[in-house]
């Protein structure tokens, strides 16, 4: 089991930047590709950031790419989004998400982002 707790978000101006965390309550690396998903109001969830179990490959939604990078600390066993540039559309709840394989994997309880223009 995996107890995932995302911080970070907040209301910010179209432009500005936020630093999303997600915090395991266990080593996660090497076993879990890590992502994050957010959900706008009225849409369904959407894949945002993906870092894979060894931390050596990222991949990015075509929406977010170029201005959003995930990455991990795994002495912290914490994972970031860092959100840059960003712009109205990218306000959601933004979920963290481990998993380990289809039948494995765990959520946080979501952090809200506002981006006001």
């Known amino acids: 089991q995996v107890q995932l707790v995302e911080s970070g978000g907040g209301l910010v101006q179209a432009g500005g930047s936020l630093r999303l965390s997600c915090a395991a309550s266990?080593?996660?690396?090497?076993?879990?590709?890590m992502r994050w998903f957010r959900q706008a109001p009225g849409k369904e969830r959407e894949f945002v950031a993906l870092i894979n179990w060894s931390g050596r490959s990222t991949y990015y939604a075509d929406s977010v790419k170029g201005r959003f990078t995930i990455s991990t600390d795994n002495a912290k066993n914490t994972v970031y989004l860092q959100m840059n540039s960003l712009k109205p559309e990218d306000t959601a709840v933004y979920y963290c998400?481990?998993?380990?394989?289809?039948?494995?994997?765990?959520w946080g309880q979501g952090t809200q982002v506002t981006v006001s223009s």
């Open positions: 266990r080593r996660t690396f090497g076993s879990y590709a």
């Open positions: 998400n481990a998993r380990r394989d289809t039948m494995t994997q765990y």
